[in-house]
């Protein structure tokens, strides 16, 4: 059976020790009394608030995975999820800036970058006074998004000379600093790939567009473009051609790491829809009392509690990943399956909550329409679905070959 221990030494069996449940409340409560507020008018507008990322900062929210050396708050990725799922709980579209920039970013740069890297960008982003992203994603690559790079840096000096485009990319609008991959050999195909720490004030560097979408409307996604931008030698990450080292040691944190925001999301549409078949009253007395609504509740109670153990299980697992860990493996299946159940379970959860809240659920401005239309990403976002379902059976393959 999975146990969490925390650095208390305290620990529960599918559950959560005194200090992580301290860190999971330390969240909800300033996301609750902080960001709630704000998502109303971030979904309507796609409105960014400027003073939300060094609010976060001030109450020590960022850099979770980052040692107190560079700022952060020298905890693991269990610790980072529990925020993240704090935050998605009440401002969902924040919390994708946050992990956009937390995980995506900071926690890349800390595990891949060299000490003067992490000296120079890691205070201020873990003090939220910058922005971070990650630009990987192309108009013409997704799935696909290191065998059909395009976008190509060429040595030039002390400087690499970036062309090309980024798009989708989360955080691209209002970021200061990002990490992004570019082609640095042509003929080594994916294994010629470096990761670049770009700055927005780089000359030859812009975002093309604002894009909008149909849910985390207020998390800013943007086009960017390079156009002979050049960024200095010392700004190269993992060395020349480890951009796929770079990336493979990332990803399946960031598979681990969209379970909470999943399971923020279903919490929220739970409590919500429970509260509403308590208050809304039809033939003279609360919904709630009605078998068919009670059926709906259950099962959105059987997801979430479902999501919340196998979200739990992976953060524990893919913690302790060494640098050059993770994009094989067990570890590789595991972050691969909880993502894809949480999103899919997450969506089935949404459905029923729309359908408890009947007509006041279809109203755009309502908090459980907003919740619903976010579902969706989950399922596209960090590989799709069915690339999951690849990644799962094709380790399931290699382990019945190695038993074989």
């Known amino acids: 059976m999975q146990e969490f221990t925390s650095r208390n030494g305290h620990a529960s069996l599918f559950g959560l020790g005194s200090e992580q449940q ?107 006074r910058k922005i971070g992203a990650l630009g990987l994603t192309e108009p013409g690559a997704g799935s696909d998004a290191l065998g059909s790079m395009r976008t190509t840096a060429r040595r030039d000096g002390d400087h690499y000379v970036l062309n090309g485009s980024k798009i989708y990319i989360t955080n691209g609008p209002v970021a200061d600093v990002l990490l992004v991959y570019a082609k640095t050999d042509r003929d080594k195909g994916a294994h010629g790939i470096s990761a670049f720490i770009i700055e927005k004030e780089m000359k030859g560097f812009k975002v093309a567009q604002k894009l909008r979408k149909m849910g985390y409307r207020g998390s800013q996604t943007g086009e960017l473009l390079f156009e002979d931008c050049r960024v200095p030698v010392e700004n190269l990450v993992g060395g020349e051609n480890r951009g796929v080292a770079v990336v493979m040691s990332g990803l399946d944190l960031e598979r681990a790491m969209i379970s909470p925001l999943c399971l923020g999301i279903a919490e929220r549409a739970l409590e919500l829809s429970v509260d509403f078949a308590r208050t809304r009253r039809q033939f003279g007395q609360p919904i709630g009392s009605f078998q068919m609504v009670q059926s709906m509740l259950a099962e959105m109670y059987v997801q979430v509690e479902t999501i919340r153990s196998f979200t739990y299980r992976v953060l524990a697992a893919a913690a302790p990943l060494d640098i050059g860990e993770g994009g094989r493996g067990d570890i590789h299946k595991l972050t691969a399956a909880s993502v894809m159940y949480a999103a899919e379970a997450t969506h089935k959860v949404l459905d029923l909550a729309v359908q408890v809240h009947g007509g006041a659920g279809y109203i755009w401005e309502s908090e459980i329409n907003r919740l619903f239309r976010s579902t969706k990403l989950m399922e596209i976002g960090a590989g799709t679905t069915e690339v999951r379902k690849m990644i799962i059976a094709g380790e399931l393959l290699k382990g019945m070959d190695r038993n074989g």
């Open 22 to 128: 301290m860190i999971l409340d330390n969240a909800d409560r300033f996301a609750r009394n902080e960001l709630h507020a704000l998502s109303a008018r971030m979904d309507d507008e796609e409105w960014w608030p400027d003073d939300v990322f060094p609010k976060i900062g001030e109450n020590g929210l960022f850099g979770i995975t980052v040692p107190e050396a560079y700022g952060g708050a020298g905890l693991d990725l269990l610790a980072a999820g529990l925020v993240l799922q704090g935050l998605a709980r009440w401002n969902h579209a924040i919390a994708l800036a946050w992990v956009a920039h937390d995980n995506l970013c900071v926690n890349n740069i800390y595990r891949n970058g060299n000490d003067e890297q992490r000296r120079k960008y890691l205070p201020d982003l873990c003090a939220g």
